[in-house]
C-alpha cells in the first residue's frame, strides 16, 4: 500500500506542477489504458473542500463511472507505477527487470506487457530487458 500511496503523491505532483507535466501524464497513464487495460482514462485531480482530500480520478468509458485511483485493483496500480517510473526513470542503455509481474495482473494482460513495454520503451531509448518466468519469446 505504501507503493501505490507514492504513486499517488507523485501524480498530484507532477499535476500541479504546470500543464505540460499533466499532458504527459495523462498521455502516459491513457497508452496503458487503451494498450492493458481498456475502459478507463486519467480524469485528473479533485480536491475535497470539506475534508481537504486529494483524489487521483479514474473515469470508466463505458458508463462514465469516475473513483479514486485507490480503488483499481493491486495489479493496475502496480502496472501503471512500473510504466510511470520506467518511461521517467530509465537512462539510454539502461537495463529494466521485471520480476514475476504475473502474479498480480490477469492473464489477459499479462500477454500483453511485453510486447507494450517494448513497443513503447524501444521509442524512446535502448535497453535491455530482462523478463523472468514468460514462455513466450518476443
Same mark, same amino acid.
Given at each position: 500500500?505504501?507503493?501505490?500511496? #507514492? %504513486?499517488?503523491?507523485?501524480?498530484?505532483?507532477?499535476? *500541479?506542477?504546470?500543464? =505540460?507535466? #499533466?499532458?504527459?501524464? !495523462? &498521455?502516459?497513464?491513457?497508452?496503458?489504458?487503451?494498450?492493458?487495460?481498456?475502459? =478507463?482514462? *486519467?480524469?485528473?485531480?479533485?480536491?475535497?473542500? +470539506?475534508?481537504?482530500?486529494?483524489?487521483?480520478?479514474?473515469? !470508466? +468509458?463505458?458508463?462514465?463511472?469516475?473513483? &479514486?485511483? &485507490?480503488?483499481?485493483?493491486?495489479? !493496475? =496500480?502496480? *502496472?501503471?507505477?512500473?510504466?510511470?517510473? +520506467? #518511461? #521517467?526513470? *530509465?537512462?539510454?542503455?539502461?537495463?529494466?527487470?521485471? &520480476?514475476?509481474?504475473?502474479?498480480? %495482473?490477469?492473464?489477459?494482460?499479462?500477454?500483453?506487457?511485453?510486447?507494450?513495454? %517494448?513497443?513503447?520503451?524501444?521509442?524512446?531509448?535502448?535497453? =535491455?530487458?530482462?523478463?523472468?518466468?514468460?514462455?513466450?519469446?518476443?
Amino acid at each position: 500500500a505504501i507503493k501505490f500511496s #507514492r %504513486l499517488k503523491s507523485i501524480l498530484i505532483n507532477h499535476f *500541479l506542477i504546470g500543464e =505540460k507535466q #499533466r499532458k504527459e501524464i !495523462e &498521455d502516459d497513464f491513457n497508452l496503458v489504458f487503451e494498450n492493458l487495460i481498456p475502459g =478507463k482514462i *486519467l480524469k485528473g485531480i479533485n480536491l475535497n473542500y +470539506t475534508t481537504g482530500k486529494l483524489s487521483v480520478l479514474i473515469k !470508466e +468509458t463505458e458508463n462514465n463511472a469516475e473513483y &479514486d485511483i &485507490d480503488f483499481l485493483s493491486s495489479g !493496475e =496500480k502496480g *502496472l501503471l507505477l512500473s510504466f510511470f517510473i +520506467t #518511461r #521517467r526513470t *530509465l537512462a539510454s542503455g539502461g537495463i529494466v527487470l521485471f &520480476d514475476e509481474p504475473e502474479l498480480h %495482473l490477469n492473464p489477459n494482460v499479462n500477454k500483453k506487457i511485453v510486447p507494450f513495454f %517494448l513497443s513503447i520503451l524501444l521509442i524512446k531509448m535502448m535497453f =535491455k530487458l530482462y523478463y523472468q518466468h514468460i514462455h513466450q519469446k518476443y
